[in-house]
């Protein structure tokens, strides 16, 4: 049962341009979003979140947005830059006893120079 | 910068061996959480623990799997007796209150079961 799902395993995109990431979810439960990004042998790190009552959310070159109708939200990363190659995970608070974290399959972002 | 720390970054056991992996939060965190990936899949919840006890936990985390905070400062994970489907990164993560939205991650402890 998967209740994040990102369905782009990968995207290649050319330094400059916009990456967009994209998640949907399944849970109206959800109350918080959350983007990591992780490099491979790391744990994850945080990025960027946004709140359910919300729909978007902005920091430096990095904007998430959140179409609750649709259950979904995206990444958006302009300019891209190759540093910004890594798997970026999308997660969903359950809002449930222990707020835990429920997260999607990863995006592998390569950005080429 | 505080931040979560886990020993040993990789751990070779044989199967049906016993594996206790450690993770220190950030020191005023209240929240403590492990998280698994194998590789190529999706981070997992496993269990989380609050106040010395277990708040809730997956359907992995059976009977093979143990937490616990021994001394205040150390977060472990047991696994009694592996086996190879067991093999993954596991992720120690911590929070400082139930409403903080973000999990502070480690960078992980590969566990390979041969």
């Known amino acids: 049962d998967q209740q994040v799902k990102q369905n782009s395993p990968s995207l290649s995109v050319q330094e400059g341009r916009i990456s967009i990431l994209n998640c949907d979810y399944t849970?109206?439960?959800?109350?918080?979003f959350l983007w990591y990004k992780k490099y491979p042998a790391e744990g994850p790190t945080f990025l960027i979140s946004?709140?359910?009552?919300?729909d978007k959310n902005e920091d430096g070159r990095f904007t998430v947005f959140l179409n609750k109708s649709a259950k979904h939200l995206s990444l958006h990363i302009v300019p891209s830059q190759p540093g910004d190659s890594a798997v970026y995970f999308c997660?969903?608070?359950?809002?449930?006893?222990?707020?835990?974290?429920?997260f999607g399959t990863g995006t592998l972002l390569a950005v080429q120079p | 910068e505080p931040e979560v720390t886990q020993t040993p970054s990789h751990q070779v056991t044989q199967m049906g061996q016993e594996v206790i992996l450690r993770c220190v939060p950030i020191?005023?965190?209240?929240?403590f959480y492990w998280y698994r990936q194998i590789l190529g899949q999706k981070v997992e919840f496993l269990v989380s623990?609050?106040?010395?006890?277990?708040?809730?936990k997956s359907e992995i985390f059976d009977d093979q799997f143990s937490v616990e905070r021994p001394d205040g400062s150390n977060f472990t994970l047991k696994i009694r007796s592996t086996k190879l489907e067991d093999s993954a990164m596991y992720f120690c993560?911590?929070?400082?209150?139930?409403?903080?939205?973000?999990?502070?991650f480690g960078e992980g402890s590969r566990l390979t079961v041969l």
């Open positions: 849970n109206s439960m959800f109350d918080y």
């Open positions: 993560a911590s929070r400082p209150n139930l409403s903080a939205g973000e999990l502070f």
């Open positions: 946004i709140s359910s009552i919300k």
């Open positions: 623990f609050y106040n010395n006890e277990i708040s809730e």
């Open positions: 997660a969903a608070r359950d809002g449930g006893a222990t707020n835990k974290l429920i």
């Open positions: 020191s005023n965190h209240l929240y």
